[in-house]
C-alpha cells in the first residue's frame, strides 16, 4: 500500500490591497530629472493563507507610484490555483501561479502577484517548523549589518539630512545611505562630505536612482571614489549592464544596482554581464523568496555581494542566509503596518526568535485596507 508524502492542504487565501500613507512626500534623482512626481504613498498587497490542519502564513509585496491595484486585480484573478495545493509545495506552486498568468509573461507585475503567495507560503512553512525563516533557510548569522536610506532623500534639506544621519547611528543603525542626482554634482558631493564631516568613519553610501548618463556617471564616480565610500548605487539606468560593469571595471568604489529588475532571469543577465559588485534584489519585486533564493546562489556563484532593496521585514531573513556579509536597507515606512518590529543595535538588524517572517498585520494596516478578497476550497 502506498501512501501520500503530502500532510496538508491550502483551503483559503485572503488577499488585502493596503495604502501605506508617507508622513512626506518622497523625492529622489528621477523626481528632479522630471521623470516621476514625489511618493505620497505605498500600495501594499497582503496575501494571507490559511490550511486545513490550522496553519497559516502572512505575505506581502508592494507598489510604489502606479501599479497597486494591478498587482491586486491579477493576484485575485490565480488565487484559485493555491486552494488544495500541500502549502510545503511552494516551488510547484510558484511554477503553477505563473502559468496560469503566462500570457502576461514572467517578469513584473505578473510576479509580483506571486510574490505575495509564495512569500506567505514561505512564512507559513517556517511557522510549522517553529523557527525563523532565515533559519529555516539555513542562516550564516543571527544579524545583519544595516544602513539608513529613509533619512536622505533629495527632498530634504542638508541640515535635515544631518539630523537624521546622526539619529539613525544613535539609534545603532551602521550606516547612512544618501541620494544623489541633483543637477550640479557639487552639491552632491557636498551633500556627501557635510555628512563625512559630521559623522566621521560610519559606512557611506550614495544613489544616483539611474538619473546619470554615461559620461555623468563616469565624472561622479571619479569624484565619489575619494570620499571612502562603500557603495555608489544606481550611477546608470537599470537596464545598462554594459555600462555598469565598465564603471566596476574602472572605479574602486563598489558598484551596487538590481533593486530595479523584476525577475531573477534579469538579474542573471546583469551577473552575466559584470555589472554589479554588489547586487540588489527585492524578492516582492522579483516574484517572492522562490526567485530571490536562485538570484543569491548565482550571486555567490560569481562572489558578489549583496544588499537587499527596501523591505527589511523580508531581507533581513534572506540578507541573514546569504554566504557573504551582506548590507540590509532600513526604512521605518512599513512600521505602521506590524505589530512587530526588527530590533536594530551595533550597527546591525537582529533576527527575532519569533517563527516564519516575525511579523502579524496591525490593526492600523486593517484600517488603511482599501480592498479586500476572499477565496476558499
Ligand atoms: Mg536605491
Not at 45 to 64: D, M, P, R, W
Not at 75 to 96: H, M, N, Q, T, Y
Not at 246 to 256: E, G, K, N, Y
Request: proline share 5%; aromatic share 6%.
Amino acid at each position: 500500500m502506498t501512501t501520500s508524502a503530502t500532510q496538508d492542504r491550502i483551503t483559503e487565501v485572503r488577499l488585502s490591497s493596503v495604502t501605506l500613507p508617507l508622513a512626506v512626500p518622497v523625492s529622489d534623482a528621477k523626481v528632479l530629472t522630471g521623470r516621476q512626481r514625489p511618493m505620497t504613498e505605498v500600495a501594499m498587497l497582503f496575501a494571507e493563507v490559511n490550511t486545513a490542519a490550522g496553519h497559516e502564513g502572512v505575505g506581502f509585496g508592494y507598489s510604489k507610484r502606479a501599479g497597486g491595484p494591478g498587482q491586486f486585480a491579477h493576484a485575485r484573478e490565480i488565487a484559485p490555483v493555491l486552494l488544495g495545493e500541500d502549502p510545503s509545495d511552494i516551488a510547484k506552486i510558484w511554477d503553477k501561479l505563473v502559468w496560469a498568468g503566462a500570457s502576461v509573461g514572467r517578469s513584473g507585475l505578473s510576479v509580483q502577484a506571486i510574490a505575495a503567495f509564495d512569500i506567505a507560503l514561505w512564512d507559513l512553512k517556517a511557522k510549522r517548523a517553529g523557527l525563523p525563516l532565515a533559519k529555516l533557510l539555513g542562516a550564516h548569522r543571527d544579524s545583519v549589518r544595516c544602513y539608513n536610506t529613509s533619512g536622505g532623500f533629495l527632498h530634504a534639506p542638508i541640515e535635515q539630512v544631518l539630523d537624521n544621519a546622526e539619529a539613525a547611528v544613535e539609534r545603532g543603525i551602521g550606516g547612512i545611505k544618501l541620494k544623489v542626482g541633483h543637477p550640479d554634482g557639487a552639491t552632491d558631493l557636498a551633500r556627501v562630505t557635510a555628512v563625512r564631516e559630521k559623522l566621521g568613519e560610519v559606512a557611506l553610501m550614495v544613489d544616483a536612482n539611474q538619473q546619470w548618463d554615461r559620461p555623468t556617471a563616469r565624472r561622479m564616480c571619479r569624484a565619489l571614489d575619494q570620499l571612502g565610500l562603500v557603495w555608489i548605487e544606481e550611477p546608470l539606468d537599470a537596464y545598462d549592464a554594459d555600462g555598469h560593469a565598465a564603471l566596476v571595471s574602472t572605479f574602486d568604489t563598489a558598484i551596487a544596482t538590481g533593486e530595479m529588475l523584476v525577475s531573477a532571469a534579469e538579474h542573471a543577465e546583469l551577473i552575466r554581464a559584470g555589472g554589479a559588485d554588489i547586487v540588489q534584489p527585492d524578492a516582492p519585486r522579483i516574484g517572492g523568496i522562490t526567485p530571490f533564493l536562485k538570484v543569491m546562489a548565482l550571486a555567490d556563484h560569481h562572489n558578489l555581494q549583496l544588499a537587499p532593496h527596501f523591505a527589511m521585514e523580508i531581507h533581513v531573513h534572506l540578507a541573514a542566509a546569504y554566504p557573504r556579509e551582506p548590507w540590509v536597507e532600513h526604512f521605518e515606512w512599513l512600521d505602521p503596518l506590524f505589530d512587530e518590529h526588527l530590533e536594530i543595535a551595533d550597527g546591525r538588524m537582529h533576527l527575532s526568535p519569533r517563527p516564519g517572517l516575525g511579523v502579524t498585520i496591525s490593526d492600523q494596516a486593517r484600517a488603511w485596507t482599501v480592498a479586500e478578497h476572499r477565496e476558499r476550497a
